[in-house]
């Protein structure tokens, strides 16, 4: 393992849990917290608090703690700041546990990048950190998938800080973590040093794997599909008296479904029971969610019902597996059973088990059938969300009555239920598909005013709805919403827009559409084809190629070329205004976007617009 050092005061400022930092002077209010010393460091001021100013923690620090606990417990970590800047404002400082109970704050918040400015107020402090705070501190690299500032920071723990060795908790962080970033070898690595084969004098030899720790490495070996090095964990776990437990078969279990071997997993109930364990609800909903994927959907109904005799009652995620096996199959007969079957075990439905029948009705555009179930849940008191009105509204755009899928967004804000951007975008795919792009760019309007942010499908839609109209050059303006959008195309877009051009006839345009193969070998030629150096030419001689340049920029330009194309097809007609208006209005945009005269000529000329589009679509098809 290589060894990266880490330093726990890299930066200096105040911790905010937003990643923010304080950089540049110190406002008036830090230099009331801040005195020079020695050296010019800057360290906090004393403590107003008697007891924190003799370096312990107060009543108040430790009430604040625990309230900060609190809400991490409540998940609410998002309010734990405002309870750590209380004990400053107070004249508190906060100990090593607070900071520990920050970082856990940081942790679940996922707000890593603050965690430097975190290090250097507790090296500011003075503060020396422990165990529990390193573990914390690699458990935070490990959830950012930092796994080299984990290894680090674990061997600085073990080699500079005398006292402060490692605990089983610290090795069982590092396992897990190797394990999700991909690398069992690395895990299996850990876990020889901490079990004394592979270590190098650094580590204590008294910390021993315990069952936590092999379920760890189980997994990570199960995860990468790797059956037979997690048997020889199992292997290692008995000779060292260590038996497997639930926890243990339900991973090995799990890799088996996986690998579509479930007849594999289900043996292990008969492995489990000579063990004299338990199988759990966990065990049964494996092997059944295995056997969906396998389409055995009588297997699997064979199970829920054996699981009674097993002394394990189906919970309802087992039932909503199982009847997601049944509506993908469309044996509508077989999840009659199924729903029959939760009532005779006494579980009530949930949001999943409505929302799988909505969107096995929706997408086949059986709205009546979907409103019945709709109305089911409402009675037995689930409330929907936003995910059950996007499936309502797929279902009608399904059906072609976009209409109707619109009127959810209103009734969602009747009721106060934010629509997210799925449910938008549904409803405006829904218009696109009607031939609508009046009320498609309306609804877009609406999820703008309404504060949610697009995302790519919501501008791929919208290219798509253009190009079907044969509007080239409102699929490409698309590009330009999304560029105000924050929204990055991909591949995908800028070939829906060459789509779009070729529809009309305009292949070579849309080949030279901006991200296509060809205009990245068209760019690579031109930058192939520059001068590597500038000759020192007179003013005139600069002045042309300027122009020369300037010119060879707007003939090659897209937009600029097809417009001249269209009109050129089109002649001097009013299709051919139309065209031409057209033609300012991208010369505008391109070259005088902040002038008033681009758009009052526009505005003037824009009675051409609605007079002459029909000839215009029909002609460019024509042609």
């Not at 720790?213 to 997994?219: A, D, G, M």
């Amino acid at each position: 393992m290589v060894e990266t050092p880490i330093h726990l005061a890299s930066t200096a400022g105040k911790t905010r849990t937003n990643g923010e930092q304080l950089n540049g002077s110190a406002s008036m209010e830090d230099e009331k917290q801040q005195v020079v010393v020695d050296g010019g460091a800057m360290q906090p001021a004393p403590s107003a608090c008697t007891t924190c100013a003799k370096g312990h923690a107060c009543q108040a620090v430790i009430s604040r703690t625990r309230e900060m606990r609190a809400l991490i417990d409540a998940k609410k970590p998002h309010q734990v700041q405002a309870a750590f800047e209380h004990l400053a404002d107070e004249g508190h400082r906060p100990s090593l546990v607070t900071y520990t109970t920050l970082l856990s704050a940081v942790t679940s918040q996922r707000t890593f990048e603050s965690i430097p400015s975190l290090l250097a107020d507790i090296d500011a402090a003075g503060l020396r950190p422990d165990s529990i705070f390193f573990n914390a501190l690699i458990n935070a690299f490990v959830e950012a998938g930092r796994m080299g500032e984990a290894s680090s920071t674990f061997w600085k723990m073990s080699r500079h800080h005398p006292g402060c060795r490692p605990t089983i908790s610290t090795f069982n962080t590092l396992i897990k973590g190797f394990g999700l970033a991909g690398r069992p070898e690395e895990s299996q690595r850990i876990f020889d040093m901490m079990a004394g084969g592979a270590g190098d004098g650094v580590v204590a030899s008294t910390v021993r794997p315990n069952l936590t720790t092999y379920n760890i490495l189980v997994k990570a070996w199960c995860d990468h599909r790797r059956l037979e090095e997690a048997w020889g964990v199992v292997g290692r776990m008995r000779a060292r008296g260590v038996e497997p437990d639930v926890v243990t078969y339900n991973t090995v279990a799990s890799a088996y479904a996986k690998n579509d071997e479930t007849w594999r997993a289900e043996e292990l109930v008969v492995e489990m029971m000579r063990a004299r364990l338990r199988t759990s609800e966990r065990t049964w909903g494996i092997i059944v969610g295995g056997y969906c994927r396998e389409g055995r959907l009588v297997e699997a109904l064979r199970c829920v019902r054996q699981m009674k005799e097993a002394g394990v009652l189906p919970n309802v995620i087992v039932f909503n597996t199982l009847l997601k096996g049944f509506l993908d199959a469309n044996d509508m007969a077989a999840v009659d059973d199924v729903l029959g079957l939760m009532e005779q075990f006494g579980i009530k439905p949930d949001i999943v088990t409505y929302s799988h029948q909505l969107n096995a009705f929706s997408s086949l555009g059986h709205m009546a059938k979907c409103n019945k179930v709709f109305d089911k849940m409402v009675e037995a008191g689930v409330e929907p969300d936003p995910q059950v009105y996007s499936i309502l509204a797929k279902g009608y755009v399904r059906a072609q009555q976009p209409g109707k899928a619109e009127e959810l967004l209103q009734r969602m804000c009747r009721i106060g239920v934010r629509p997210n951007v799925v449910t938008f975008t549904t409803v405006i795919s829904g218009w696109c598909s009607v031939a609508d792009m009046d009320n498609a760019t309306k609804v877009y309007r609406k999820m703008r005013d309404a504060g949610v942010r697009p995302n790519l499908r919501t501008f791929e839609t919208l290219i798509w709805g253009y190009s079907e109209q044969k509007q080239p050059w409102k699929a490409q303006e698309v590009l330009q919403m999304m560029q105000e959008a924050g929204v990055r195309p991909k591949q995908s877009t800028h070939s829906l827009v060459a789509d779009a051009w070729k529809a009309v006839g305009l292949t070579e345009n849309g080949s030279r559409a901006p991200g296509s193969p060809d205009d990245r070998r068209h760019r690579n030629t031109n930058d192939d084809n520059e001068p590597d150096h500038h000759s020192d030419d007179d003013d005139d001689g600069k002045l042309q190629r300027s122009g020369t340049t300037n010119e060879q920029a707007r003939s090659d330009h897209p937009s600029h070329s097809t417009f001249l194309q269209v009109t050129s097809a089109l002649g001097t007609g009013k299709a051919g205004q139309f065209a031409s208006t057209l033609l300012i209005q991208r010369s505008c945009q391109l070259r005088m976007r902040s002038s008033g005269f681009c758009r009052n000529l526009w505005q003037k000329q824009g009675g051409l617009y609605s007079q002459s589009v029909s000839s215009f679509k029909i002609m460019v098809f024509l042609s």
